[in-house]
């Protein structure tokens, strides 16, 4: 079985600063990997995924993810965030040619003025 | 417009009463999903159908119900088995061929209160 730590609820940031949301996972099989985006009252929209190749994945809206085998890590990350990026944000896995994808339980990120 | 369509967008019930909530795609996608998600929580998957007239429980079943007469319509039945149905419903599709496999794409979800 697999599964997903976000290891923090909630990231409060000012506009401007950079920001790193962190997400753990942990498969016994290879897995592709996926940071998604949440507005309130939405659905997910797919922000940028890792499936095999260059560790670092550019995503939309100037976010880019890491992956780190050896720390088994996904860590998403943006140099200088807005205040439209206010948002809920999930990591998640899913085992290579199978259907179901493993959720984390969300970071909501706060952009403050 | 390709896409998913969830509706209704907010959707109220009485306990005790059935509800069916529906889900659409036109991407041409052979699996589709539904996930629950809860306040604080991440999505749990409660039903998914990678073909037409088969479909496979999720972690969280109890209480629902599906079908996949079609391909492009995954309609998800709430049911009064269920204790705690007030949530949020999100419906997802992804291709089983193809450059794609990989990615979900999801609906705009369905917020069921009952009340």
């Known amino acids: 079985a697999q599964s997903v730590t976000q290891l923090d609820s909630q990231v409060p940031v000012f506009e401007e600063a950079p920001v790193e949301l962190r997400c753990n996972y942990s498969?016994?099989?290879?897995?592709?990997l996926f940071w998604y985006v949440q507005y309130p009252n939405q659905g997910l929209q797919l922000l940028l995924k890792?499936?095999?190749?260059?560790?670092l994945v550019k995503g939309i809206n100037g976010f880019e993810a890491e992956f780190n085998k050896s720390q088994t890590s996904f860590h998403l990350r943006k140099p200088s965030v807005h205040i439209s990026d206010t948002a809920e944000y999930f990591c998640?896995?899913?085992?290579?040619?199978?259907?179901?994808?493993?959720f984390g339980d969300g970071t909501t990120l706060t952009v403050k003025p | 417009d390709g896409g998913i369509t969830q509706s209704p967008k907010y959707l109220f019930r009485k306990e005790g009463q059935n509800v069916t909530l529906s889900c659409e795609q036109n991407?041409?996608?052979?699996?589709m999903y539904w996930y629950r998600q809860d306040p604080g929580q991440g999505l749990r998957l409660i039903y998914y159908?990678?073909?037409?007239?088969?479909?496979q429980k999720g972690d969280i079943a109890e209480g629902y119900s599906v079908s996949r007469e079609k391909k492009e319509s995954f309609p998800l039945t709430v049911t009064s088995a269920q204790k705690n149905p007030t949530a949020f419903y999100l419906c997802?599709?992804?291709?089983?061929?193809?450059?794609?496999?990989?990615?979900?794409?999801f609906g705009p979800g369905t917020r069921l209160t009952v009340l």
């Open positions: 997802a599709s992804s291709p089983t061929s193809g450059s794609s496999t990989d990615t979900q794409y």
């Open positions: 498969s016994s099989v290879s897995v592709y």
């Open positions: 890792y499936l095999s190749g260059s560790t």
């Open positions: 998640a896995v899913r085992v290579r040619n199978a259907g179901k994808s493993t």
């Open positions: 991407l041409n996608h052979d699996a």
């Open positions: 159908s990678q073909i037409v007239n088969d479909f």
